[in-house]
């Protein structure tokens, strides 16, 4: 089993950035690809991101070129770095494994507010 926790929220302004970390538990954290995922209020929730075991990363089309997800196993954390923030990535940031369809549970997630 492997749980997350999501920080490094907050309100910015468009054109912004943020970088959002998720600490996983668990010794097999290294062997699991990982997702970030959002949810705005009224939608579904959507993949943002994913990172595999080895590295090979896939974006969203609507954050590819401002998104970029990294990890760093021997800190058992992902990252996703946010430049040029728009208002329509307004939601609640999720890490879990992918695909979605292997998670077993979500966490509270981190809220980012893009807003002039």
């Known amino acids: 089993q492997v749980q997350f926790v999501e920080s490094g929220g907050g309100l910015v302004q468009p054109g912004g950035s943020l970088r959002l970390s998720c600490a996983a538990s668990?010794?097999?954290?290294?062997?699991?690809?990982v997702g970030w995922y959002r949810q705005a209020p009224g939608k579904e929730r959507d993949r943002v991101a994913v990172?595999?075991?080895?590295?090979?990363?896939n974006y969203a089309d609507s954050v590819k070129g401002r998104f970029t997800i990294s990890r760093d196993n021997a800190k058992n954390t992902v990252y996703l770095q946010m430049n040029s923030l728009k208002p329509e990535d307004t939601a609640v940031y999720y890490c879990?494994?992918?695909?979605?369809?292997?998670?077993?549970?979500w966490g509270p997630g981190t809220q980012v507010t893009v807003s002039s």
């Open positions: 879990n494994v992918a695909p979605a369809s292997s998670a077993r549970w």
């Open positions: 668990g010794s097999i954290f290294k062997i699991y690809d």
């Open positions: 990172i595999t075991a080895v590295g090979i990363t």
